[in-house]
């Protein structure tokens, strides 16, 4: 199951109340105050996680609590810190304050930690309290309570290519083909119900590049039509996008068109999405009819093509060098280096 946005309540833990205590040992007749302090509750900490992919863990458990910290003793002796509350969260992940409406973290890296919610601090036990004038104090604090809050969560997947078309067009195949995912494929429309993450290896360079692949998009996308008009937001942290269209006109379909309509659909989400750099991945050119529709595509639209077909496996090493130039061009080469 794939869940790609939900909403949390946290709390961080209370702070232990002080403790009232004296010593009354033999041999101590003025033994004075020994109350502890109280421990400070646990904070309420997000954790960048690459090895998350989405929110599912908190679809069904809503509610996190960190642990309070525990009470003063006597005898001096503070109480021990709670325990904080870690959330592991995937990249590209927004938090929203719901009664505020702003945003209040974003988490971009491996390993990140993000203090969400604070724990309360503890009481002072009466210890605290002792000075020359007051040599016997009976006063403690009680401890303060944790920060709590509730908060949406949205996931925006972090991807060097984002891979957009319409439904059976093949982006399924392609990214079978070309990364280690391996997401469904099946001879009819929508076998993508959720955003699948690849991996594009090039052992020989020692490089890399993440591939996300939305469900596929129709007209009125971003109406609210179809299944990827949810999913758009995947696309919008994305370096590079691939068009994949079914150059064979397969159906009575112009490829023309479907392109001038993903253009449009993209548009009318979010502007910024047509100034990203792309190219078209030409699929099906392997049925007849795709040159022909191929050379009245390149007539009609001034955008890079490369021909391949994910059935017969050509052309796809093409399209992966291109799709690498084009992103170490934007990010530089130590952004699709390996980290070993």
């Known amino acids: 199951m794939f869940v790609d946005e939900c909403i949390i309540k946290v709390q961080a833990g209370d702070g232990g109340r002080g403790c009232i205590a004296f010593r009354r040992e033999k041999y101590e007749p003025w033994g004075g105050p020994c109350g502890g302090n109280g421990g400070k509750g646990g904070d ?19 509610h996190w609590k960190a642990e309070r910290g525990e009470h003063g003793l006597g005898k001096d002796c503070d109480g021990r810190e709670g325990k904080d509350c870690e959330m592991r969260m995937p990249l590209g992940t927004i938090v929203t304050d719901i009664e505020t409406g702003a945003v209040v973290a974003e988490l971009t890296k491996d390993g990140e930690r993000i203090i969400l919610r604070k724990g309360g601090n503890g009481g002072f036990g009466n210890l ?102 949810r999913f758009l937001r995947h696309i919008e942290r994305c370096s590079v996008l691939v068009f994949i269209i079914d150059m ?16 449009k659909e993209l548009k009318l989400y979010d502007k910024a999405l047509l100034k990203k750099p792309r190219l078209v991945a030409a699929n ?57």
């Not at 076998?191 to 699948?196: K, R, V």
């Not at 191929?294 to 639209?301: G, I, P, Q, Y």
């Not at 077909?309 to 080469?333: D, F, P, R, Y």
């Open 44 to 62: 309420i900490v997000l954790i960048g996680d690459d090895d998350t992919n989405n929110l599912v863990d908190y679809k069904f458990k809503q």
């Open 284 to 340: 099906k050119m392997d049925l007849p009819k795709a040159k022909t529709w191929l050379t009245k595509f390149k007539a009609k639209h001034k955008v890079p093509v490369v021909p391949i077909s994910c059935s017969e496996g050509l052309g796809l090493e093409k399209l992966k060098q291109a799709l690498l130039k084009k992103v170490i061009a934007l990010q530089g080469e130590e952004h699709v280096a390996v980290k070993r």
């Open 128 to 229: 605290h309290f002792k000075s020359s004038i007051n040599r016997a104090p009976r006063q403690a604090n009680p401890g303060q309570e944790g920060e709590t809050g509730a908060y949406r969560l949205v996931l925006k997947s972090i991807a060097d290519v984002g891979l957009v078309g319409f439904p059976n067009a093949g982006k399924s195949s392609l990214t079978n083909a070309i990364t280690h995912a391996h997401p469904k494929m099946a001879a009819y429309p929508f076998t993508t119900l959720h955003p699948q993450i690849g991996v594009i290896d090039f052992p020989e360079t020692n490089q890399r590049l993440m591939l996300a692949d939305v469900p596929g998009l129709i007209e009125g996308a971003s109406e609210n039509k179809g299944l990827g008009h």
């Open 248 to 263: 064979a006109g397969v159906d009575g379909r112009d490829p023309r068109e479907d392109y001038a309509t993903l253009l």
